[in-house]
């Protein structure tokens, strides 16, 4: 496939979502070291509060990894919407716990055709676009420190799990864990605002949160993924990864297929 065909694959802005037929597709972009692609990066595609956030981050590598997943975002959500990829228009849902605009992201569309999730995390982005309210998340595999701070915060049948595991598959479990915590949490749109205690999301799928579905994805070999969807499914329905030349804007993308 044509790098310049794949950002259209499963993709269409006449898709319907159709509550007896969900769709959930999966776009992975994993980033070479910052400073190989740093001065190649087309910011065109974003607006000003986005170049401006992508210029506070102290590390180059957090600068290089917000700028890149928002530019891959936006590519993406493109296709769906057949707009240009800087025209694609963002807006927070209310929050469920207070009603504040902070809640969800969504296109800022009449009736939006889709939901869709962001996450990034040391070198990789993971969007989730799909038929019903989801929630994305991807993790570095987490230091021996992380896992002792964080454990304490888990549901009380999650730290049992842990417990009943080896010091070597300790921290892949917990991975999966905090994975699907998150991305259920941000399928709510409450994030960690929800104290992580109080849903399961260990490795009993009967035990999970009804109503939602949870996949967990084979990133990379340094991290963990994971998507939650308000609906029946048990895989993606299309799972994508993003070349990174996607990033390098029209001449170095047309130069590339």
Known sequence: MK??????????????????????????????RHDKIAHLIDQSHLDDHERHRGSTFLRPADSVLYLSAHIALRLVLARYLDLAPQHVPFVREPC????????????AVPDPPFHFSLSHSRGMALVGVASAPVGA????????????NCVPALHPDEQRELAGTSPEARHEAFGRIWTRKEAYLKGLGTGLSRQPSL????????????????????CAPHHNGAVALRAPVTEPTSVHRLPVDVLFGAPALSAAV
């Open 3 to 32: 790098r310049s065909d794949l950002l259209q694959a499963s993709t269409s802005a006449a898709r319907v979502s159709d509550p007896a037929d969900p769709w959930l597709d999966v776009w992975l972009l994993r980033l070479p």
């Open 199 to 218: 849903d399961y999301l260990g490795a009993d799928a009967t035990r999970r949160p009804a109503g939602w579905s949870f996949i967990d994805l084979p």
């Open 96 to 107: 469920p716990g207070c009603g504040e605009p902070h809640g969800r992201p969504a296109v």
């Open 137 to 148: 998340d991807v993790e570095g595999i987490p230091r021996t420190s992380t896992v002792d």
